[in-house]
């Protein structure tokens, strides 16, 4: 990269963190604890599942 060249990576991400960072009072808020039992447990299905397929 020249440095007569800027890229401006950090500028164009500057609204990303913006919009990211701001809560919705509408959003669904979900602990994430709870999505990774969920995903433990549709794991473990999975597994219960392949093994009584035989």
């Not at 960072?21 to 999975?46: H, S, W, Y």
Request: hydrophobic fraction near 50%; avoid cysteine.
């Amino acid at each position: 990269m020249s440095s007569g060249q800027n890229s401006g990576g950090l500028m164009s991400s500057a609204g990303l963190v913006r919009y990211f960072d701001a809560e919705d009072r509408n959003a669904i808020r979900i602990d994430p604890k709870t999505v990774f039992a969920f995903g433990l447990l549709f794991g473990v299905g999975v597994l219960v599942l392949n093994a009584v397929a035989i």
